[in-house]
């Protein structure tokens, strides 16, 4: 009994460094400490209205508007730039048949007009969200952010930060032919 | 406060600004409006109680980001809407998850942390007694036992 | 060159620590007094290469040599002098060399001060040490090289966060420092004597200046980054239970807990094992905090640039030096016998009670750190949670009330066993002391919070405790009627440092309870010229001024405070931007007075509706900050009285340090 409670340290020590270290060579491996799953998923989009950015550009969405096929929401901002990183890999997505829906978060109308004019508008809808009112409904923390909603308009996944060429072919399309299915 | 002034001339923008009036205006000019106190002292206590998401371990009430300044608006316009305490708590974490609380709940999760605290001082209480019972001297009260010499104490 | 040159000893310094670790053991082993010796004079020459090397570092930091990528990286042509030093140790690099500066810095202390020591136990305590310090000479060499040279050199540095251009935050690394490491020495005390399988009083003796040491430096290291996030920050809070503090704090109590159960083994040769495993604990838990800073794998405000990579090593450090010492814990502890008896309500007890809840509250922080991680590990990354001040608040202060209410009673025992019938007429008199407080504090302030008037009640009751205490040893120590009341304790500067300290708790109780209980926040706008109102106080905004610092730009404010009775102050809050690192800081106005604190936030400017200027104002009233700072204080003095008496064999390192 007293052999037995003289090891308890040790015992103990050697799972928190086990642990730890685990978690050390996960967060080498990419891992951030910060990035939390969605509450939202397996959740319906939020069916918030947001209103048309601009008059020339096609807008203004919610959530019901998103069902009857797998869609994507991407959350940007004008000012943000791992937004402009990932803008040629939403473009592709959206060039190669996926619907791309946008919420345009704490900008202003004209910057987010001439973003969008500059490097292109990929958006089937771009929803304005100038206070971020409507982010805090889709819980959104930051931008840039990607939704996948299935066909029945169900949040099937959620990405936080730029979509890079890796992410996009790893996670992003098996995500959305999963939600296709 | 680069924030804060961005997202003030954001509400000035926004249509929603003249919807409510000086309602739903930036939280420090609340003294000089109609917000009771009531709402201004529960939305301190609530923020205290949130987490920033994006940020490292501050609550919405001490951090200076976006996110936790639109977080504050909500919370008070969820109180304005005649939303209790709890009642606001389970609208922001329906959307941002547990995580978003600076005090988890009670659930299969957190069982052990929760737990572990009156386990421990259980345990505790237990090993004082019997260490204490261990090392008392049958007749330790006994006149005759040797003190200590002072020079040692 | 010069860099070259502290590179160099550097590794000198690493091959000396190597030598170190071997032969001072060695020379215990055979009992050879030459060998033993020899590990003196290695452990003075191991501190003076890392003390050259340390200041070469520092000589790059003065002139702004930015061929060096640390002060390239941290540093910047423009930046004040004190601020160009404490760049040195405002970063990974530079930090973990201040680190295993101050680890040789105590060998060498122990080498040269700890004479009346015996000889065996202090080869092997230096041998231990070196250990240490091997594998953090190995760990800069290896993976944080402070001396890497830059290629083409660039013509001025990016600067330090401006948030740690502070005088509070210049000081606190090594003052927090010289207390994490410092309880490295504990912690070689501790596995000597479990190899050389002896553990007596004079091991007690030995050990405890050493620890109290630590503790000084730790409280006041602790208090001072306290003390920054309170005037730096500017949200008015003082603690905030971040990873990083709590990293902290988790050895300050174990540290604590070391102090008083050493006290055991000092006096009655008891606890022996508990002790040891107590200062195993206490250092690991240092080297865990070294981890959780700089690993990344916590999220929290204060972390350093952090890398994976380093955190593994430092894991592996962590594996090898607390996994060996716990194994050997394990082996060797059976051997060691406590041999005493004491009753139910004795000194012993007391401090056993002490040692428990200090435990279970430094169990309950450790975690609260951790569990985050332990969940997401158990979950495969599914789960997360967060765990902030409400859970501290409402599992850890809890396990303190009992342990604090203790410290009115647990010196007035005696050794052994506890006379009963005396101590009922000194409680009473302290419970008194605790009602009346209680009472006046309700008269003082209604509103409550009750809960705020029966914790003053607390203070109160220890503060009695402690000076009826205190009172009754004087006076014994006078009429030398010693053996009718079975109090032994001779009134010496250790046991006065005990009573200050304890008095310091009292105090810093007071202060946490007004500061938290009482506080008056208020955040508003203000023009030029405008006055708010909060309780009897009107703050009038009367201007602000544009001006240059150093290395910055500011916005200046001025504001009079006025009392209801019209005696009236001038703050100035000021609004900080730096360019170099395009960041913005608050300069918080406090005045301090002994009842409360103003405090005082100026924030950004806009034009509002009406086209006239400005500007967000946080304004504080925090009740009894300076009683909490006082507390802290008073905890420190009491710990260096304790240090500084002369029967402690080893209390000249110390004064020397300071």
């Keep these: ?181 | 406060m680069k924030i804060i002034f961005a997202a003030l001339i954001m509400i000035f923008l926004s249509p929603s600004f003249f919807l409510y009036g000086d309602k739903l205006v930036f939280a420090s000019t609340s003294n000089k409006t109609s917000i009771s106190e009531e709402i201004e002292n529960k939305e301190r206590q609530i923020s205290k109680l949130l987490r920033c998401v994006v940020c490292q371990n501050q609550s919405i009430y001490e951090s200076n980001a976006d996110i936790a300044y639109d977080m504050r608006l909500l919370v008070r316009e969820r109180l304005l809407a005649g939303d209790n305490k709890d009642q606001v708590i389970n609208y922001i974490v329906a959307r941002y998850g547990d995580y978003i609380l600076l005090k988890p709940p009670f659930q299969a999760n957190t069982v052990l942390l929760w737990m572990a605290p009156p386990l421990m001082v259980l345990i505790a209480l237990m090993i004082v007694i019997l260490l204490i019972k261990n090392y008392q001297h049958k007749n330790i009260y006994q006149k005759t036992d040797k003190l200590l010499n002072p020079e040692d104490k | 060159m010069i860099p070259e040159i502290g590179l160099f000893v550097l590794f000198l310094a690493l091959i000396i620590a190597a030598i170190q670790a071997v032969v001072p053991m060695v020379g215990a082993v055979r009992q050879d007094v030459y060998l033993m010796a020899l590990g003196n004079r290695l452990a003075v020459i191991q501190f003076f290469l890392v003390t050259i090397s340390f200041t070469s570092l520092i000589y790059a930091f003065v002139i702004s040599d930015f061929s060096l990528l640390i002060v390239y990286n941290n540093s910047h042509s423009l930046k004040p002098l004190l601020y160009k030093i404490s760049g040195v140790w405002g970063n990974h690099e530079g930090s973990m060399l201040l680190w295993v500066l101050i680890l040789s810095m105590f060998g060498a202390a122990l080498a040269i001060w700890g004479k009346n020591i015996s000889p065996t136990l202090k080869a092997r305590v230096l041998s231990v040490q070196s250990m240490i310090g091997v594998a953090f000479l190995a760990f800069i060499l290896f993976t944080s090289n402070p001396f890497l040279r830059l290629n083409p050199v660039p013509s001025d540095g990016r600067g330090l966060n401006p948030v740690l251009q502070d005088p509070g935050l210049a000081f606190h690394p090594p003052l927090l420092y010289l207390g994490y490491v410092g309880f490295s020495m504990a912690f070689s005390f501790a596995v000597a004597a479990l190899i050389e399988g002896k553990i007596d009083d004079k091991w007690g003796r030995w050990v405890r200046p050493w620890a109290l040491a630590a503790w000084v430096f730790l409280t006041a290291g602790i208090a001072l980054g306290s003390w920054w996030a309170y005037y730096e920050l500017g949200w008015g809070g003082w603690w905030f239970w971040d990873p990083v503090e709590n990293a902290s704090f988790i050895p300050w109590l174990l540290g604590t807990a070391l102090l008083h159960s050493s006290v055991v083994v000092e006096k009655r040769e008891g606890f022996k094992n508990w002790t040891v495993l107590l200062a195993i604990l206490t250092f690991s838990m240092s080297l865990l905090g070294t981890f959780l800073v700089r690993s990344g794998i916590l999220t929290s405000v204060h972390t350093f640039a952090t890398d994976p990579e380093r955190g593994l090593f430092i894991l592996l450090i962590l594996f090898v030096t607390i996994g060996g010492a716990l194994g050997l814990f394990a082996i060797r502890a059976p051997i060691i016998k406590n041999n005493f008896k004491f009753a139910p309500v004795s000194r012993e007890s007391a401090l056993l009670y002490n040692n428990l809840f200090l435990t279970i509250g430094c169990a309950i922080v450790l975690l609260g750190t951790l569990y985050p991680l332990f969940l997401e590990f158990a979950s495969n990354g599914e789960s997360k949670v967060s765990i902030g001040p409400p859970y501290f608040n409402i599992t850890f202060l809890p396990i303190m009330i009992p342990l604090v209410a203790a410290i009115a009673v647990g010196p007035m025992l005696s050794w052994k066993r506890g006379v009963i019938g005396e101590l009922y007429v000194k409680l009473l008199f302290a419970a008194g002391s605790c009602l009346i407080t209680i009472f006046i504090v309700l008269i003082l302030v209604p509103e409550g919070p009750i809960l705020a008037a029966c914790s003053m009640g607390l203070a109160a009751w220890i503060a009695a405790g402690c000076l009826i205490e205190w009172a009754s040893r004087i006076r014994l120590f006078n009429s030398k009627s010693i053996t009718n009341t079975g109090r032994l304790i001779k009134s010496s500067k250790s046991a006065n440092g005990m009573t200050l300290a304890h008095l310091g708790i009292a105090i810093l109780i007071v202060g946490i309870t007004g500061a938290s209980a009482w506080q008056k926040e208020i955040t508003t706008s203000m023009a030029i010229g405008e006055t708010i109102k909060v309780n009897n106080y009107s703050l009038t905004l009367k201007k602000v001024q544009i001006g240059k610092g150093p290395n910055y730009n500011l916005e200046r404010g001025t504001f009079s405070l006025i009392k209801s009775n019209n005696s009236s102050i001038i703050m100035h809050p000021e609004r900080r931007y730096f360019p170099v690192a395009r960041q913005a800081t608050t300069e918080a106005a406090i005045k301090t007075t002994l009842l409360a604190d103003f405090y005082l936030v100026i924030g950004e400017s806009r034009d509002t509706i009406d086209n006239k200027n400005e500007w967000t104002v946080r304004f504080y009233i925090n009740p009894m900050m300076f009683w909490l700072w006082l507390g802290v204080a008073t905890m420190v003095l009491g710990g260096l009285l304790s240090l500084s008496d002369r029967r402690r064999g080893i209390s000249i390192p110390v004064r020397k340090k300071a």
């Design chain 1, 1 to 181: 009994m007293k052999r037995f409670i003289l090891i308890i340290p040790i015992i103990v020590f050697i799972i928190i460094i086990a642990v730890l270290s685990v978690m050390t060579l996960q967060t080498k491996e990419g891992r951030n400490p910060s990035i939390v799953p969605s509450a939202l998923l397996g959740k319906e989009a939020p069916n918030i209205e947001l209103p048309m950015l601009a008059r020339n550009i096609p807008g203004g969405f919610k959530g019901s508007d998103l069902v009857g096929r797998v869609n994507i929401v991407n959350v940007f901002s004008s000012w943000c730039v791992p937004c402009l990183a990932e803008h040629p890999q939403i473009s592709w997505l959206a060039t190669n048949g996926f619907p791309i829906y946008a919420i345009n978060h704490r900008d202003n109308v004209s910057d987010a007009s001439n973003w969008l004019k500059k490097h292109g508008n990929p958006y089937v809808a771009v929803g304005f969200d100038p206070e971020g009112r409507a982010s805090l409904e889709w819980g959104v923390g930051g931008v840039p952010e990607t939704f996948i909603i299935n066909a029945s308009g169900i949040i099937t996944y959620k990405h936080i930060g730029p979509i890079t060429k890796e992410i996009l072919k790893e996670k992003i399309l098996p995500k959305l032919h999963e939600a296709k299915r």
